[in-house]
């Protein structure tokens, strides 16, 4: 399955009422489908771990691309430096607490975040830490 392709069928699984609740909390209207985690967990089931795929998706800029792409990234094979990027891409608490409980606490040293991120002056970097 192609990005393209993924980003087509969550825009079929919209829902004007989900997107109108994600635009409530703050997620640009631009940025979102409407689909509800719930949707995203299960679609991502369905398709196999691909760093390659995860960051075309995160580079979409789709609000619900971004979170399936949380759950595509190899927690193996992504580094920190690379966490650090997708973190200062992050805008809303929900992305925030997707990125951190379905990817950086599961990767080894995760915790050399912390002397990154604790000065930053980017609120999500910063706020992960408090998580």
């Known amino acids: 399955m192609t990005c393209n392709e993924i980003i ?12 109108a609740n ?3 909390l703050g ?3 631009e940025n979102s489908i409407g689909v509800s985690t719930t949707e995203i967990r299960a679609l991502a089931k369905k398709i196999e771990k691909s760093q390659d795929l995860a ?5 979409s800029g789709y609000h619900e691309a971004r979170l ?10 992504t580094t920190l430096e690379e966490v650090d990027t ?14 951190c409980k379905n990817l950086i606490v599961k990767m080894k040293d995760f915790d050399q975040l912390i002397t990154l991120w604790i000065t930053s002056q980017h ?3 910063n706020g992960a830490l408090l998580r």
């Open 27 to 29: 997620i640009p209207e």
């Open 123 to 125: 609120t999500y970097k």
């Open 86 to 99: 997708l973190m200062s891409d992050v805008v809303s608490w929900d992305l925030c607490d997707h990125l």
């Open 55 to 59: 960051y075309e998706l995160w580079q």
């Open 8 to 19: 087509s069928q969550l825009q079929a699984m919209s829902s004007e009422k989900h997107k």
């Open 68 to 77: 399936l792409a949380v759950l595509l990234f190899d927690k193996k094979k």
């Open 22 to 24: 994600v635009i409530k």
